[in-house]
């Protein structure tokens, strides 16, 4: 198995200095550099000839903040996936991380074991949810939900509504693949297909979407 390329940036050393000890006894894990800012951050990622696959990134930093280096990466490295952790962690900042561009949003206050765990299903599905965020994520969509327009000539199809139930349900294309019987490259198709019809940039947009549209029921999410 391919190791697992992270980067991490947080404004508190010690922090940044145990994140990196404890990761790289992980197996499959492997941290290429630590970065003291937003600032640092994209130093670094413009002299490096590898990026890394998942960032951990604090959401408060001087200069450059978590949120304007989420902005940052997405416009420049959309490939890298992103995971807050923070200590001025809310709920409230849930659909604003998410619609920026965040794969997860998670307490500094987790277990090691958990964060690792969060890190192997961000880099697999691209999005992780803790089970606190689903009730949030309820209160944030249930009251702005469209009426389905019945009529809408981007309508998804059968397979491509199968193929948005598993996303849901955090599967990877090859797991996908083998529960509809075709091939890794065809779930490809139908995930470019789904972002094209319902507007959405990430995963955590098709999620919503399908929430939003009743597609699937956010009880049914696979934590």
Do not use: W
Not at 76 to 101: A, W
Not at 131 to 144: N, V
Not at 172 to 190: C, D, Q
């Amino acid at each position: 198995m391919k190791d697992i390329l992270i980067a991490i940036t947080d404004d508190d050393n010690l922090i940044a200095q145990l994140l990196e000890s404890y990761l790289s006894t992980c197996p499959n894990l492997k941290v290429l550099f630590t970065a003291n800012s937003g600032l640092d951050l994209i130093e670094k990622l413009k002299t490096t000839t590898t990026l890394p696959d998942i960032l951990l990134l604090d959401l408060k930093m001087e200069g450059m903040d978590g949120v304007e280096t989420t902005q940052y990466i997405k416009a420049n490295h959309p490939e890298i996936k992103i995971i807050v952790i923070s200590s001025h962690y809310q709920n409230s900042f849930l659909g604003f991380l998410f619609k920026t561009g965040a794969s997860a949003f998670v307490p500094k206050g987790i277990s090691p074991v958990l964060l690792k765990e969060i890190i192997t299903r961000v880099h697999e599905t691209g999005i992780y949810f803790m089970d606190d965020q689903i009730d949030s994520m309820r209160e944030q969509i249930s009251s702005k939900s469209p009426k389905p327009d019945l009529n809408d000539e981007n309508d998804l199809s059968e397979r491509e509504i199968d193929v948005l139930k598993l996303i849901c349900m955090q599967k990877t294309a090859k797991e996908i693949g083998e529960t509809l019987f075709i091939t890794t490259r065809t779930v490809e198709g139908h995930k470019n297909n789904l972002f094209a019809k319902t507007g959405a940039k990430n995963i955590a947009g098709l999620v919503i979407y399908a929430v939003q549209h009743n597609i699937i029921n956010i009880h049914d999410l696979n934590l």
